[in-house]
């Protein structure tokens, strides 16, 4: 009997510290402490491992330069496991219990909607460092005065892409095109934004046929074979990662690189190291190259980061780099920690940074950044991966931007 | 909806042979990870929740061996062989505590199997997606057969599943061993109690099944990506082949997951956005109108 | 199981609700709160489904679907329409009750293991039509732009204290709803039809109508928690409907004691406060729950109150 005693009393005694355990107030330590969530588990790990690699570094670059208001600052690394309900709750129990007092969102798109609203609630600043998806600022509904994105906005890509697309097609003659992209909100939108874009520089060209696989579909062969038969002269994909590598390794079987020209933005290192047989002349954005912008800021930072890590940065990378860049900045700018004095600060900062197209970022007023590296060029197995790289032409971006924004009745 | 393009391919030779070919090896991969379910089920009448993460283990254990052997056979053979032991240590470890218990308990056993060994992956391999190539005996242009077009890799593992398929049916009914599974399967304690080892025949069948889903990983490793989680979308799929077909009926597994080919197959050109929806309508009337599936026995 | 004097349940209710309410009055933790608001979804989830689950022996995988549903369907109305928040709530509660009887009405008749695969493939179904019909539900990224938490009876839910008195009041209800349903002659009946189907039809039980009544009120109370979900994190995403989140439910509820009134919300408060303390240590969460799940499963073979109660008979309620 007593035995069975401790053991409930065990168990109780276990269920109650576990209990107290999340909000055991933490005594508040010189250090700051800056949260950063992201999805660190499952097939879209390396979202969360980049973004985490490349903070890590900050850290200890901001670290040595003596921290932020001379502070030294520490990172609290949290995985919402890609769940929308779970990122809301992480994003409290990081200000409330753990005590951070800056934070960085590098979820996913759904999960960066749902840490959106809790930064309304709470007012403290909160920089995304990985959602493209348009909306998330550009919607003046959706849009918190303390919440800013650092990262690449999907509507830029597309017009960058578009315009270098349709001077692609005009060269080679392309009219009849396909496009193949993951169905799921990012998928469908940004592939609507491309062609509406696309039809505008480019009105004779025809899509022939769209395919819509399922994200994380393990085999894409109905898809190929669709494609196959509707003779496209080119086909855009907005598949990324794994998917686009599987799609890759099994449209090699069809060697149906062979028989369609091939565009996407998604083409970055995991890609091309996972990918033993890419094929030569994709055309493909540059999520993150060394060499573009081709300056020995970006070479180097991309070489230390290899170097600490032995694998190269992605794209989530360099945006996380970026988004401390311009903590840092702002926070020496308005000597506070305060959300509302640091929104300020931020708003319209340029900060110098070698992944900007020219050297410099901007924080736009409207929470988004221009100004980041984005270039087109095509593959090709070997280092560098991508060359001819040709930048986009930023005002012409801005421009078609402000139209889409007033398409969409945002302003 | 796209009705119009749907008509348009079923009124064209070469559209519908096309998409009939690419339904049949859809169909086919899908029948190399299924049967494993339906053959523990049919026998021990215990889902395997966890066949998707047999599955992924098989990919990644054929991916190092690959590494390591450079053959593309002996990864194959390794990753077949190294799943078998591991349904076998799964069996004998686990799941045998929880024969009789109900399905929620097996189910819970499953789960954990499955949360632990994404972590495990991603501790060994790494949290990024690998590729493991096309084996270099395989980089040859498709074949052209009757307007349709299949790649040699694919034809070969048609082959190979349509291998399977005929050692397990001929081997369910005609061996001695395939006798007492379908004995066991019908009635295992009087199985047990006509003096046969029933505790062997359950790790066989564990064996087999991990087996052929350790099989199925490396063969699709070619051509699919490798991540932690990956076993997911997998089970999911085999578990609706399974109860469409008749849990337990391996025939039944080959009809069914060559009908949902199938489904796929037109389906993407005719309902580009809702080929998944229609899957899950095809179980859902399967269940009502026939709940033991199209081959199975009614309980 | 002797009949339970509703009057002793209403009390433990009373009390407990009136510790819970009085808690901030001494000790501001906004982790604490959250935890209880979240625990007050949780908590409705999973012991609605042990209704079909533990009382009437009706394996359900495919329960998220209906706490999905009422967190979309409330959401939505607030976004779209001026109703008041009680009025959204209830209408979204309706809702899903009506879909939990449709479900409920097509499947019942089919046995255990039947049962069980129809029900996940009409959630895989829902879940489908959420990611696809991207214009009304926003598809995987969920409902964007907030739920507007207009104040009802002075209650300001924007407000983390009085989101956290109004979810524990309607937890608290609902649960004590959920306990007389349990203990009613109905919940006789469905214990009986768990135990011995066939004497229970001798006996003139209708045994589809009692599955499907059943069924259908776990569906409103999962519906119930819903709202509070979509509550806390102010709108709606295709998670909530998704199978890992059936399989939350099914833990809680096998964690806790499949036996035990109590025991599925035990196991929610297990399973949360195990999230909170894990991912905080560990990027293997999976790792450690899984180690979690076998030791129950294997190790204990029963949940905690069952396990309680079998270990410690006095204390059986």
């Known amino acids: 009997m007593s035995g069975l005693i401790t053991r409930r009393t065990m168990l109780a005694g276990g269920t109650a510290s576990l209990l107290a355990a999340p909000w055991v107030a933490r005594a508040q330590a010189k250090t700051l402490h800056i949260g950063m969530q992201s999805i660190l588990s499952g097939p879209i790990a390396l979202l969360g491992t980049s973004s985490r690699n490349a903070l890590m570094m900050e850290q200890d670059r901001i670290n040595a330069a003596g921290g932020f208001l001379g502070r030294p600052i520490e990172f609290v690394f949290r995985d919402s496991k890609g769940q929308p309900q779970e990122a809301a709750r992480l994003t409290r129990e990081l200000v409330n219990t753990t005590g951070c007092e800056l934070l960085i969102d590098a979820e996913a798109s759904s999960g960066s909607f749902a840490v959106q609203e809790v930064v309304r609630d709470l007012g403290v600043a909160c920089i995304h460092s990985n959602s493209e998806t348009s909306s998330l600022t550009a919607d003046p509904k959706i849009r918190v005065p303390t919440a800013f994105r650092v990262a690449r906005q999907g509507v830029h890509d597309a017009v960058a892409g578009s315009i270098y697309l349709s001077e692609y097609a005009n060269t080679k003659k392309l009219n009849k095109w396909a496009t193949c992209s993951p169905d799921y909100a990012y998928g469908r939108d940004t592939t609507a934004q491309y062609l509406q874009f696309f039809k505008q520089f480019k009105p004779d060209i025809e899509i022939t046929t769209e395919a819509w696989p399922k994200l994380g579909q393990p085999d894409f062969t109905e898809v190929i074979t669709k494609l196959i038969q509707a003779k496209p002269q080119a086909l855009f994909t907005l598949l990324y990662a794994g998917d686009l590598s599987a799609f890759v390794n099994q449209g090699n079987i069809y060697a149906l690189f062979g028989q369609m020209a091939v565009a996407t933005p998604n083409v970055d290192y995991p890609v091309l190291a996972a990918i033993k047989n890419l094929p030569p002349g994709i055309q493909s954005a540059t999520r993150y190259l060394e060499t573009f912008p081709n300056t020995p800021a970006n070479k180097e930072w991309g070489e230390a980061y290899f170097k600490r890590w032995n694998e190269r940065p992605t794209n989530w990378s360099w945006q996380n780099t970026v988004a401390m860049q311009f903590y840092e900045s702002a926070i020496k700018k308005a000597n506070s920690l305060d959300g509302k004095a640091i929104a300020a600060a931020l708003t319209g900062m340029k900060i110098n940074t070698p992944f900007g197209v020219d050297g410099t970022i901007t924080m736009r007023d409207d929470h988004t950044t221009i100004n980041y590296a984005i270039g087109w060029g095509q593959t090709t197995p070997k280092e560098p991966f991508i060359i001819d790289v040709k930048a986009a032409d930023w005002g012409k971006i801005i421009e078609l931007e402000t139209d889409w924004k007033k398409q969409q009745k945002y302003i | 909806m796209d009705l119009d393009a749907l008509g348009a391919c079923l009124t064209t030779p070469a559209c519908v042979v096309t998409q009939a070919t690419s339904g049949l090896i859809v169909g086919m991969l899908l029948f190399l990870v299924a049967a494993g379910v339906t053959l523990i089920f049919g026998v021990l009448k215990i889902v395997n929740f966890a066949h998707g993460t047999f599955y992924m283990l098989g990919g990644y254990v054929a991916y190092s061996a690959l590494g390591a052997t450079d053959s593309y056979a002996l990864a194959v053979l390794s990753a077949t062989l190294a799943m078998a032991l591991f349904g076998v240590v799964f069996e004998r470890a686990l799941m045998s505590r929880v024969y009789g218990s109900n399905v929620l308990m097996q189910l819970l056993v499953c789960y954990a199997v499955v949360l632990i060994f994404d972590d495990v992956v991603k501790i060994v391999w790494g949290p990024e997606f690998h590729a493991m190539g096309m084996p270099p005996a395989f980089q040859v242009p498709p074949l052209f057969i009757a307007g349709g077009v299949v790649p040699p890799f694919y034809a070969v593992l048609i082959v190979i599943a349509a291998l399977i398929a005929i050692v397990l049916g001929l081997g369910l009914s005609m061996t001695r061993l395939g006798k007492t599974v379908r004995a066991a399967a019908i009635n295992s304690q009087m199985v047990s109690a006509l003096g046969i080892n029933t505790t062997l025949l359950f790790a066989i069948v564990f064996a087999v099944g991990g087996g052929l889903a350790g099989l199925a990983g490396a063969l699709a490793a070619p051509v699919r990506s490798l991540s932690p989680g990956m076993g997911f979308s997998i089970l999911i799929e085999s578990f609706i082949v399974t109860v469409i077909g008749g849990m337990g009926s391996i025939g039944g597994a080959l009809v069914s997951a060559l009908l949902i080919g199938m489904v796929r197959a037109f389906g993407t050109i005719g309902f580009p956005q809702f080929t998944d929806g229609l899957i899950y309508i095809v179980m859902i009337a399967i269940l009502l109108l026939r709940p033991q599936g199209l081959f199975g026995r009614s309980p | 199981m002797k009949p339970h004097p509703a009057s002793r349940d209403v009390v433990i209710a009373a009390v407990a609700l009136i510790v819970v309410l009085a808690i901030p009055l001494f000790h501001r933790s906004p982790a604490f709160e959250d935890f209880i608001i979240r625990l007050s979804a949780m908590a409705l989830f999973a012991t609605s489904l042990n209704l079909p689950v533990g009382n009437t022996g009706m394996v359900s995988f495919g329960h998220g679907m209906f706490y999905g549903l009422g967190a979309y369907a409330f959401a939505l109305m607030m976004q779209m329409t001026d109703l008041s928040l009680p009025v959204a709530a209830v209408l979204a509660v309706s809702i899903t009750t009506l879909a939990s009887f449709c479900v409920g009405a097509i499947c019942v008749r089919l046995s255990t293991d039947y049962f069980a695969f129809i029900t996940l493939a009409f959630q895989m179904l829902f879940y489908s039509v959420v990611i696809s019909w991207q214009s009304l539900?926003?598809?995987?990224?969920?409902?964007?732009?907030?739920?507007?938490?207009?104040?009802?009876?002075?209650?300001?839910?924007?407000?983390?204290?009085?989101?956290?008195?109004?979810?524990?009041?309607?937890?608290?209800?609902?649960?004590?709803?959920?306990?007389?349903?349990?203990?009613?002659?109905?919940?006789?009946?469905?214990?009986?039809?768990?135990?011995?189907?066939?004497?229970?039809?001798?006996?003139?039980?209708?045994?589809?109508?009692?599955?499907?009544?059943?069924?259908?009120?776990?569906?409103?109370?999962?519906?119930?928690?819903?709202?509070?979900?979509?509550?806390?994190?102010?709108?709606?995403?295709?998670?909530?409907?998704?199978?890992?989140?059936?399989?939350?439910?099914?833990?809680?509820?096998?964690?806790?004691?499949?036996?035990?009134?109590?025991?599925?919300?035990?196991?929610?408060?297990?399973?949360?406060?195990?999230?909170?303390?894990?991912?905080?240590?560990?990027?293997?969460?999976?790792?450690?729950?899984?180690?979690?799940?076998?030791?129950?499963?294997?190790?204990?073979?029963?949940?905690?109150?069952?396990?309680?109660?079998?270990?410690w008979p006095r204390s059986s309620k």
């Open chain 3, 137 to 311: 539900t926003g598809g995987d990224q969920g409902l964007r732009g907030g739920i507007p938490r207009r104040e009802i009876f002075g209650f300001e839910l924007s407000s983390q204290l009085h989101l956290y008195q109004f979810c524990s009041v309607v937890a608290v209800l609902g649960l004590l709803a959920l306990r007389h349903v349990s203990t009613s002659p109905l919940g006789q009946t469905l214990r009986m039809i768990r135990d011995n189907e066939d004497r229970a039809s001798f006996l003139g039980v209708v045994l589809w109508r009692a599955r499907l009544l059943a069924f259908t009120i776990a569906g409103a109370f999962a519906g119930l928690g819903g709202v509070l979900a979509a509550l806390f994190v102010s709108g709606a995403y295709p998670e909530l409907a998704d199978w890992p989140n059936s399989g939350q439910a099914i833990f809680a509820v096998m964690l806790g004691g499949i036996n035990s009134f109590l025991g599925p919300a035990l196991g929610a408060a297990i399973l949360l406060a195990l999230n909170d303390a894990v991912t905080r240590f560990t990027e293997y969460y999976g790792l450690v729950l899984g180690i979690v799940i076998l030791a129950f499963a294997v190790g204990f073979r029963r949940g905690v109150l069952d396990f309680l109660r079998l270990a």
